[in-house]
């Protein structure tokens, strides 16, 4: 076999190398676009990706003196099959262009890890026994605050499977420590849960009519509206159904797995082996088994996250994503693609059908199926035909509705939990923040404790006595006196969810108690023991953050408490109130959704707040007007694109003059086509040790600004101390 000319993508993800380079390959094992291979690059041994392939007579000299400079080998080819089929690479380039991002970032993003072109390509060993973690050695001295904080959670569990701890390297200090040991346990071999099947149920008027829409319509994109308890996922299962008669494959995506074990048991019951299941719960290597079973055609109904959109499946009938206004479609790194977006990318690719879910819409969507660009499809009632839970909104500022028996629950709020415990009725309270307090200053000299990383207050968490950053996870230990006076008086403001349970404890001594945040999610499997827990009415009270407001059906449930509506109001971000609408509408929706009557409790400081008083009215399309209007008037999406760019360098001088450089550009380049704003500090403008600006573009004109932004980044990407990203439709910033 003669000589082959290879390109290929290395993985170097800054813009400047979004260029493949030209290796050669001389020996003789099958090479293929869509192939990994070993080469060197600036003397280090790396893994680049085939993008493209060709056989040449020439010899390496001749070669050589082609192209003038000296051409590498490929050291190794890695697969003997392409990872990629021509659909997703295809859609790789669509949004690597899209999204402007570095085509092999778009390339990681879409494979598994453990088949990402990255440096560890190789496999992990086959483990035939399970490992559980004990404490060895309690004394916490000299241990750092995340090694004392897994102890001590270790400690509380008394044994922890190995793998369920999300930190692997801690957990390798404190075995090297002697702190912690392993005791092994024959495993158990991993399979989907099984369950029974389950017979379609029979439609009611509304959702067969839905149904029926939905297949005899030629259009592409559908956009279902069904209130909270209407029988969505009944209405994507014979959907399903329909589309597996005719042999094509389906794309069931929901919003976080871990949270909703709900939708994938509906699935597997409903389609037994047919069904895979892709989060980011699995292990590598169970993904890596998932994803090969769907490359060969033996699942043909996916199940799964965000970045199952890129689920290797073939003839795709239709795509759902449940929930669509979920923020978790959004990834918040590199390439920052949303998964709605690239679904209606690929599904074009196979002519399939794209269903958006939601009782709560993004305001984009809707106003896209307001303007009859999606298929506009609603579901108005609930299934069981019981109105909306019934909702009162309590003025915490009105001190008529409290008393000094607490002054985190109101009295109102205080009688319904008490009401509903002797009917032996389940609840659920709401807290958008975990934690004990959230921030905890010396009563003597007013020292606040900050985070050395970001500077913002740090969160008292009870349980483990420590301080942790909600930003960057920094933590340390409580410490008996203040660092500044050496008083050991100390005043703790703000609650969280961890407060709220010490409070419920305090008042209703006899009621059982559940916390969901993502403290508790520190062990995998943990959110799902917990959520079935609370379904089999082994707690009468569940308390959590936003965990607990998406899509769960416990029948039990007649009163969710809104303790505190206002979190997140007043963040200085457009979507702020669509934030807070969905949330508390989403989470008064999880009552009353079997055979009794649901009720809600919203206590909040800002009573006449319309996205307040709409989602007490359970009202989604009086707050969808009147969110437009003020969108609008302020020139905000969906009235306009928007997009940023965040520039970061450890050297503070440089980022702010780049950051101005670059927005005067910007001005220049859109004159009056678009409105720039800043540069200004973000929120978090230092974080460890890189200082960052970000500049806002609003715009019309979606090919302009792909232009400019494209020569703006290339003008700054080739300066060594800067970091600059660019995020279509960022959600933070
Ligand atoms: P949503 O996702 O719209 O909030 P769900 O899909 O969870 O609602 O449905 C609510 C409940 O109604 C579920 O327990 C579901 O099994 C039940 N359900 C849905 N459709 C029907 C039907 N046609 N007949 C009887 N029960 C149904
Ligand atoms: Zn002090
Ligand atoms: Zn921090």
């Not at 290929?8 to 099958?30: A, C, G, M, Q, V």
């Not at 992990?124 to 001590?152: C, F, H, M, T």
């Not at 917990?530 to 959590?544: C, M, N, P, S």
């Amino acid at each position: 076999m003669g000589i082959r000319i290879v390109e290929l993508l290395i993985e170097y993800s800054t813009l400047s190398l979004n260029r493949p380079f030209t290796y050669i390959y001389l020996k003789d094992k099958l090479i293929d676009r869509g192939f990994r291979v070993l080469v060197e690059f600036n003397n280090r041994k790396i893994v680049g990706y085939v993008l493209k392939v060709e056989a040449t007579n020439k010899t390496k000299e001749q070669l050589q003196e082609d192209y003038g400079f000296k051409i590498n080998e490929i050291i190794d080819v890695i697969d003997n099959a392409s990872l990629l089929d021509d659909n997703l690479l295809e859609l790789a380039d669509i949004i690597s262009n899209y999204y402007l991002a570095p085509k092999i970032a778009v390339l990681q993003a879409m494979l598994p890890p453990s088949l990402r072109p990255a440096k560890s390509f190789f496999k992990a060993p086959k483990i035939a026994y399970d490992q559980y973690l004990i404490v060895k050695d309690i004394n916490e001295e000299g241990l750092s605050p995340k090694q004392i904080e897994i102890l001590r959670f270790i400690a509380g569990e008394e044994k922890v499977l190995k793998k369920e701890i999300k930190s692997i390297s801690v957990v390798k200090k404190l075995l090297d420590l002697g702190k912690l040991d392993i005791v092994y346990k024959e495993k158990n071999r991993l399979e989907l849960p099984s369950f029974e099947y389950s017979e379609p149920k029979i439609l009611n008027n509304e959702q067969k009519k839905v149904v029926q829409q939905f297949l005899s319509s030629d259009e592409q994109v559908y956009l279902l509206q069904g209130v909270t308890g209407s029988g969505k996922t009944e209405v994507y299962l014979h959907i399903c159904d329909e589309y597996l008669k005719q042999n094509k494959t389906i794309l069931m995506l929901v919003p976080e797995i871990s949270l909703t074990p709900i939708m994938s048991e509906n699935f597997i019951r409903r389609f037994k082996g047919q069904v895979a299941i892709l989060h980011s719960e699995l292990t590598p290597a169970e993904k890596y088994d998932e994803y090969r079973r769907i490359a060969r055609g033996e699942a043909k109904v996916v199940v799964g996250v965000r970045s199952a959109i890129f689920a290797p499946l073939k003839d795709i009938g239709v795509i759902i994503l449940d929930e669509e206004h979920t923020e978790s479609y959004k990834q918040d790194t590199t390439p920052f693609y949303h998964a709605r977006e690239v679904a209606i990318f690929r599904a074009k690719q196979y002519g399939a059908k794209v269903l958006l879910g939601s009782a709560t819409p993004s305001l984009e969507s809707r106003a896209r199926a307001q303007k009859g660009i999606y298929h506009f499809l609603r579901l108005d009632k609930r299934i069981n035909e019981q109105i909306l839970p019934l909702t009162t909104v309590v003025n915490m500022l009105d001190y008529h509705n409290i008393d000094r028996d607490s002054y985190i629950f109101s009295k109102k709020l205080r009688e319904e939990i008490q009401l509903c415990l002797s009917k032996k009725e389940q609840i659920i309270l709401l807290i958008n923040r975990r934690g004990f307090s959230t921030s905890i200053s010396c009563r003597k000299c007013g020292h606040v404790f900050k985070c050395p990383n970001c500077g913002i207050a740090l969160t008292y968490h009870q349980k483990d006595n420590m301080l942790k950053c909600h930003h960057c996870n920094y933590m340390e230990l409580m410490s008996d006196e203040c660092p500044e006076c050496g008083s050991t008086q100390f005043l703790k403001t703000g609650f969280g969810t961890e407060r709220i349970d010490d409070e419920i404890h305090r008042l209703f001594p006899d009621a059982k108690t559940l916390r969901l945040d993502s403290d508790t999610a520190k062990i995998r499997t943990k959110i799902q023991s917990t959520v079935e827990a609370f379904r089999q009415h082994k707690a009468d009270i569940l308390i959590g953050t936003q965990m607990i407001a998406k899509g769960h059906d416990f029948p039990n449930v007649t009163l969710v408490g809104i303790v505190l509506a206002d979190i997140g109001l007043t963040m200085p971000n457009y979507r702020s109130a669509e934030r807070v609408f969905q949330l508390i509408t989403q989470a008064i929706g999880r009552s009353g959704r079997g055979d009794k009557k649901g009720r809600a409790i919203i206590q909040t400081y800002t009573p006449s707040h319309y996205a307040i008083t709409m989602a007490a009215r359970q009202n989604y399309d009086l707050f969808y007007k009147q969110e437009m209007q003020i969108r609008k008037s302020q020139y905000y999406p969906p009235y306009c694109f928007m997009a940023s760019i965040n520039i970061s360098s450890a050297n503070e001088e440089i980022c702010i003059e780049t950051a101005y450089t670059c927005a005067m550009d910007l001005k220049q380049q859109f004159s009056n086509e678009g409105e720039i704003i800043g540069p200004s500090a973000p929120y978090i403008s230092f974080l460890n040790g890189k200082y960052t600006r970000v500049i806002l573009i609003k715009y019309k004109n979606n090919e302009l600004a792909m232009n400019i932004f494209k020569k703006v980044i290339e003008s700054t990407s080739h300066k060594s101390q800067i970091k600059v990203e660019l995020k279509i439709d960022p959600y933070d910033f």
